[in-house]
Protein backbone atom coordinates (compact mmCIF):
# COMPACT_ATOMS: atom_id res chain seq x y z
CA UNK A 1 0.00 0.00 0.00
CA UNK A 2 1.52 3.11 -0.96
CA UNK A 3 0.74 5.97 1.05
CA UNK A 4 1.19 9.90 -0.59
CA UNK A 5 0.99 12.91 1.40
CA UNK A 6 0.89 16.60 -0.93
CA UNK A 7 1.97 19.85 0.81
CA UNK A 8 2.79 22.93 -0.51
CA UNK A 9 -0.45 24.51 -1.71
CA UNK A 10 -1.76 27.74 -0.68
CA UNK A 11 -2.56 31.23 -2.08
CA UNK A 12 -0.29 33.30 -4.61
CA UNK A 13 -0.83 36.44 -6.74
CA UNK A 14 -1.80 35.71 -10.60
CA UNK A 15 1.75 35.36 -11.78
CA UNK A 16 3.24 33.87 -9.01
CA UNK A 17 4.80 30.83 -8.05
CA UNK A 18 4.37 27.75 -5.87
CA UNK A 19 5.86 24.82 -5.72
CA UNK A 20 4.17 20.99 -4.50
CA UNK A 21 5.07 18.28 -3.52
CA UNK A 22 4.31 14.84 -2.66
CA UNK A 23 5.76 12.45 -0.42
CA UNK A 24 5.51 8.45 -0.60
CA UNK A 25 5.82 5.83 1.75
CA UNK A 26 7.48 2.94 0.10
CA UNK A 27 10.25 2.09 -1.49
CA UNK A 28 8.04 0.59 -4.32
CA UNK A 29 7.28 4.15 -5.27
CA UNK A 30 10.30 3.94 -7.24
CA UNK A 31 8.68 1.89 -9.40
CA UNK A 32 5.49 4.16 -10.42
CA UNK A 33 4.24 6.50 -12.30
CA UNK A 34 3.05 9.43 -10.91
CA UNK A 35 0.58 12.03 -11.97
CA UNK A 36 -0.71 15.06 -10.44
CA UNK A 37 -4.42 16.01 -10.96
CA UNK A 38 -6.77 18.60 -9.70
CA UNK A 39 -10.34 18.96 -9.08
CA UNK A 40 -12.25 22.51 -8.79
CA UNK A 41 -15.48 22.90 -7.38
CA UNK A 42 -18.02 21.75 -9.55
CA UNK A 43 -15.78 20.12 -11.55
CA UNK A 44 -14.71 16.93 -12.66
CA UNK A 45 -11.13 16.02 -11.59
CA UNK A 46 -8.60 16.49 -14.49
CA UNK A 47 -5.29 15.91 -15.72
CA UNK A 48 -1.91 18.09 -14.92
CA UNK A 49 1.01 16.13 -15.48
CA UNK A 50 2.86 12.79 -15.40
CA UNK A 51 5.77 11.35 -15.11
CA UNK A 52 7.53 7.84 -15.57
CA UNK A 53 8.85 5.66 -13.05
CA UNK A 54 11.87 6.67 -13.72
CA UNK A 55 11.99 10.42 -14.32
CA UNK A 56 12.66 9.91 -18.48
CA UNK A 57 9.53 10.31 -19.87
CA UNK A 58 6.61 13.47 -19.08
CA UNK A 59 3.25 14.20 -19.80
CA UNK A 60 1.30 17.51 -19.66
CA UNK A 61 -2.13 19.17 -19.67
CA UNK A 62 -2.32 21.76 -22.83
CA UNK A 63 -3.61 23.76 -20.40
CA UNK A 64 -0.30 23.79 -18.05
CA UNK A 65 2.16 23.04 -20.92
CA UNK A 66 5.19 25.51 -20.53
CA UNK A 67 3.89 27.27 -17.24
CA UNK A 68 3.94 23.35 -14.82
CA UNK A 69 7.01 20.88 -14.57
CA UNK A 70 6.61 17.55 -12.58
CA UNK A 71 10.39 15.99 -11.11
CA UNK A 72 10.71 13.47 -9.03
CA UNK A 73 13.62 12.85 -6.50
CA UNK A 74 13.34 8.71 -6.31
CA UNK A 75 15.90 8.44 -3.31
CA UNK A 76 13.75 11.19 -1.62
CA UNK A 77 10.55 9.41 -2.73
CA UNK A 78 9.07 12.29 -3.96
CA UNK A 79 7.69 13.96 -7.14
CA UNK A 80 7.13 17.94 -7.41
CA UNK A 81 4.76 19.99 -9.62
CA UNK A 82 6.25 23.28 -9.79
CA UNK A 83 3.80 26.05 -11.05
CA UNK A 84 4.47 28.96 -12.66
CA UNK A 85 2.67 32.29 -14.28
CA UNK A 86 -0.63 31.09 -12.10
CA UNK A 87 -3.46 32.12 -13.14
CA UNK A 88 -6.83 32.63 -11.18
CA UNK A 89 -7.91 29.20 -12.95
CA UNK A 90 -5.72 27.34 -11.79
CA UNK A 91 -7.23 27.35 -8.22
CA UNK A 92 -8.12 23.92 -7.21
CA UNK A 93 -7.24 21.10 -4.90
CA UNK A 94 -4.60 19.47 -6.40
CA UNK A 95 -3.83 15.46 -5.75
CA UNK A 96 -0.83 13.15 -6.24
CA UNK A 97 -1.45 9.83 -7.45
CA UNK A 98 0.85 6.68 -8.25
CA UNK A 99 0.24 3.96 -10.95
CA UNK A 100 2.19 1.22 -11.80
CA UNK A 101 1.56 1.22 -15.29
CA UNK A 102 2.89 3.48 -17.66
CA UNK A 103 2.21 7.26 -17.77
CA UNK A 104 -1.47 7.51 -17.74
CA UNK A 105 -3.92 10.72 -17.83
CA UNK A 106 -7.21 9.57 -16.30
CA UNK A 107 -8.30 9.09 -13.16
CA UNK A 108 -9.27 5.80 -13.10
CA UNK A 109 -5.72 4.32 -13.84
CA UNK A 110 -4.37 5.74 -10.95
CA UNK A 111 -4.65 3.56 -7.71
CA UNK A 112 -3.25 5.37 -4.76
CA UNK A 113 -3.94 9.06 -4.24
CA UNK A 114 -2.65 11.67 -1.91
CA UNK A 115 -5.37 13.94 -0.11
CA UNK A 116 -4.87 16.79 -1.90
CA UNK A 117 -3.38 20.32 -0.68
CA UNK A 118 -5.41 23.63 -2.14
CA UNK A 119 -4.19 25.96 -4.64
CA UNK A 120 -6.00 29.51 -4.37
CA UNK A 121 -4.78 32.12 -6.89
CA UNK A 122 -5.92 35.49 -7.07
CA UNK A 123 -6.45 37.84 -9.75
Known amino acids: QVQLVESGGGLVQAGGSLRLSCAASERTFSTYAMGWFRQAPGKEREFVAAISWRGANTHYADSVKGRFTISRDIARRTVYLQMNSLKPEDTAVYYC????????????????WGQGTQVTVSS
Open 97 to 112: AATPRRIRDTPDEYNY
